[in-house]
């Protein structure tokens, strides 16, 4: 078993209350029947959410992000390469917002062809750090 898929069950379980909010909301189909995995490896990187039919990867960040948004942008554009599109959300707008979090995320997935490309942070696309 490979070092990634071993991070990617430990992850599963110590799953952010952020995490699990979302989780409950798109898990078995239930956001227009489309199918997500979380915590899910893909090349060197594990993300959050993602929807390989529509290459939907959906990244939940905490305060850490704020300082570490080099590795993050370097993330995106290695998923974007491969042709994913990436939202990234702060936790807490998903804790206080999460219908609009989840609009977001159907927006994209109704996109007739999501561009492979880094969403940016939050529903409208704010850089602050939460």
């Not at 956001?31 to 959050?48: S, T």
């Not at 998923?79 to 804790?95: D, K, M, S, Y």
Request: glycine letters at 8%; hydrophobic letters at 35%; a positive charge.
């Amino acid at each position: 078993m490979s070092t990634l898929t071993n991070i990617a069950r430990m992850l599963r379980r110590r799953s952010t209350k952020a995490e699990t909010m979302l989780w409950e909301k798109v898990r078995n189909r239930q956001l227009d029947g489309v199918k997500f995995r979380r915590q899910q490896p893909i090349g060197p990187y594990v993300v959050d959410f993602v929807n390989f039919e529509r290459k939907v990867v959906v990244e939940l960040d905490g305060g850490q992000h704020a300082l570490n948004s080099e590795a993050d942008k370097s993330r995106d554009a290695w998923l974007g390469a491969e042709g994913f599109t990436v939202l990234r959300f702060w936790n807490n707008e998903v804790i206080e917002n999460l219908d609009g979090v989840l609009g977001a995320i159907q927006d994209t997935l109704k996109s007739p062809s999501p561009n492979p490309s880094h969403k940016g942070r939050g529903i409208n696309g704010q850089q602050d750090a939460r």
